[in-house]
């Protein structure tokens, strides 16, 4: 059976290392639920590349048996943008786009793939970009020195037992 790309469309896919496939044109990588641990295990996943943003927003069509593939976002570092990853909800098969394998590898991640789509994952994601774009928006509030010296306060008074008199007098000294 021929496999073809999700992103490409048209493209077939190639052998890659321990059963998976993989597009010449995007460098996307499928990878078959039965072989994830192997590929994790040998190590030998796409090499080393930045990941691609060209293919990362678009979803596909399964590899293996065309199902609507679902996708999963994952954040690997507050400067970083986001990655998508595809799952394929019949067979479980995972499409990397090029450099995706690397950066999940690079930060030890490729062991919870299944965690990716779970409802807690998502949850805890969507808590994590909140968050990012709230220190976003105060950095360009405050500008980033006054919010890391903020911060730095901040962190001092949480468990300080003093924390409303420390507040109180903030309060006082920055009205005059």
Known sequence: MILQCPKCERQDLVAAAHGASQCPSCRGLFVPQSRVAELIAADAGAADEVPSRSHDERGG?????????????????????????????????????????????????????????????????????????????????????????????AALLHTHPRRSQALAFIREESGQ
Do not use: N
């Open 61 to 153: 069509q399964c590899p293996q048996d065309r199902s609507i593939m679902s996708r999963t976002t994952i954040m690997l570092a507050e400067e970083e943008p986001l990655l998508h990853l595809e799952r394929c909800s019949s067979c479980r098969g995972i499409w990397f786009d090029a450099g995706e394998w690397s950066a999940l590898a690079s930060r030890h991640m490729l062991e919870h793939l299944d965690e990716f789509w779970s409802a807690e994952w998502r949850r805890e994601e969507r808590r994590a970009e909140d968050r990012a774009a709230y220190e976003a928006r105060m950095k360009k509030v405050f500008g980033p020195e006054l919010y890391y010296q903020l911060r730095s306060v």
